[in-house]
């Protein structure tokens, strides 16, 4: 997928470290590393996500294998099959790489796929979140569904009905930033907090759906009222805002 690349990168897992390293301590440790090194180019990017395609294609390959052995077991049409991410991956939007200290959509927006035996396909145009999945899976086995957990059952979503779910995304990545973000049940706002800075963020994603223009100054009421939410849901996790203050790594 890498086309006429020809600039001076040649992939794999080694440049991709060293690009992360080099780009997270520039960022987060410049005092440290001294003159930047070369600024990453559109097209060393776009070199960077052709290589991610070809994981892709591999992924996909291997995951057709497993569906063939299912069948072949005669468990293909007796097995609830759920697809999804940990997380997304970065190829520049933010000046970013790689993956890990941001909650940008190019980070927190994951496949999930759920596919049920005799049930026909429809797709979900409402916010789901992946503590969702656990509960799910219960209620579609028609288990009770364990107490204290995060997440809600989406069969009501599965059988067409709306779910107004308010999301919440995190990062501790390697200890250089601690960064936690909401994204309210309409998907339109998100809120993101730099807990170490103090740093806050709003978007408007359906206007501005590469969160280029913050929006935190312009709109503080609802800058404010996200902020309390995300503060509430943090406590109610064991974490007080307040000690991430001026944390270093």
């Given amino acids: ?8 990168l040649k992939g794999g897992k080694v440049e991709q470290g060293e ?7 520039e960022q987060y440790r410049p005092d440290e590393v001294g003159k930047p090194g070369r600024k990453l180019t559109a097209e060393d990017y776009a070199f960077h996500a052709a290589l991610y395609d070809e994981k892709i294609l591999d992924a996909d ?7 063939a052995t299912l069948k072949e077991l005669g468990l293909r049409d007796k097995t609830i099959i759920v697809v999804t991410s940990d ?10 790489f790689d993956h890990g200290p941001t909650l940008y959509d190019e980070m927190v927006r994951v496949p999930l796929v759920f596919n049920l035996p005799g049930v026909p396909a429809a797709r979900v145009s409402g916010q789901v979140r992946n503590v ?5 899976v219960f209620d579609l086995l028609g288990q009770p569904i364990p107490e204290g957990l995060s997440g809600v059952s989406l069969l009501p ?18 200890l250089v930033t601690h960064r936690r973000a909401i994204i309210d049940a309409e998907a339109r706002y998100k809120f993101s907090l730099t807990l170490e800075t103090e740093e806050k963020e709003l978007y408007d ?4 759906p590469a969160e280029k223009v913050n929006l935190a100054k312009s709109e503080p009421k609802v800058a404010y009222e996200l902020e309390q939410k995300l503060v ?8 007080d805002p307040a000690q991430f203050r001026g944390l270093k790594e």
């Fill in 1 to 8: 997928f890498t086309g006429e690349y020809k600039g001076p």
């Fill in 19 to 25: 690009l992360r390293e080099r780009l997270l301590a």
């Fill in 61 to 67: 390959k291997r995951f057709a294998g497993f569906m």
């Fill in 87 to 96: 997380h997304g991956e970065e190829f520049g939007e933010h000046d970013n």
């Fill in 132 to 136: 969702d999945i656990m509960p799910t």
């Fill in 157 to 174: 979503a599965l059988q067409g009905k709306p779910q107004a779910l308010t999301a919440f995304t995190e990062t501790d990545y390697r």
């Fill in 205 to 208: 994603l359906k206007k501005d």
């Fill in 232 to 239: 509430k849901w943090m406590l109610s996790m064991g974490q």
